[in-house]
T-cell receptor, first 117, second 114 residues
């Protein structure tokens, strides 16, 4: 149980285009999901907290107009990188908080490798 | 704010060697503590966790004890295998936060040679 999927696993896009990444909780409902960015050989940086039915909360320094987050259902959150540039190339990881458990535990997706050319 | 400091890698060991990866934290509240593992090309997987002082988390031969007095949560394994090669992240979740955000350490790359 507690499986989180991401789609696509890898994507290559041209500079200036937009790309959407999906994060789904497959066997539980998640009112809260998180989006992280991981640079090579570095830790995960929390970008934003996605709450079902409300606006996402962005961390300091993350451009909300560039990284659009939509959490339209209890099992799906999407991250859209708008007008992508090469510096946006990174590994994007989502996680979902299983609100049905008593512990403070997030379940992570396998990540999406974005390459902007 | 909250922070996690873990031993910098990379760490290279021979199979069956003893492993310790140090992790210390600072937190304003009473956090839950976690170790996550990331295998090459994959996302993070929860390895073990502890939610209160003196709790010991364990899984797959790995152990870590929540030490409130030293604000530490060191990861140990008595005999590592080649398959343990991965990046290990120490993390905390501040219980006071309604969104249960995780704060991660920088990760430690472990390579186990046969």
């Amino acid at each position: 149980g507690a499986v989180v999927s991401q789609h696509p696993s890898r994507v290559i896009c041209k500079s200036g285009t937009s790309v959407k990444i999906e994060c789904r909780s497959l066997d539980f409902q998640a009112t809260t999901m998180f989006w992280y960015r991981q640079f090579p050989k570095q830790s995960l940086m929390l970008m934003a907290t996605s709450n079902e039915g409300s606006k996402a909360t962005y961390e300091q320094g993350v451009e909300k107009d560039k990284f659009l987050i939509n959490h339209a259902s209890l099992t799906l959150s999407t991250l859209t990188v708008t007008s992508a540039h090469p510096e946006d190339s990174s590994f994007y990881i989502c996680s979902a908080l299983n609100s049905g458990t008593a512990s403070y535990e997030q379940y992570f997706g396998p990540g999406t490798r974005l390459t902007v050319t | 704010g909250d922070s996690v400091t873990q031993m910098e890698g990379p760490v290279t060991l021979s199979e069956e060697a003893f492993l310790t990866i140090n992790c210390t934290y600072t937190a304003t509240g009473y956090p839950s503590l976690f170790w996550y593992v990331q295998y090459p090309g994959e996302g993070l997987q929860l390895l073990l966790k502890a939610t209160k002082a003196d709790d010991k988390g364990s899984n797959k031969g790995f152990e870590a004890t929540y030490r409130k007095e030293t604000t530490s949560f060191h990861l140990e394994k008595g005999s590592v295998q080649v398959s343990d090669s991965a990046v290990y992240f120490c993390a905390l979740s501040d219980r006071g936060g309604s969104n249960y955000k995780l704060t991660f350490g920088k990760g430690t790359l472990l390579t186990v040679n046969p």
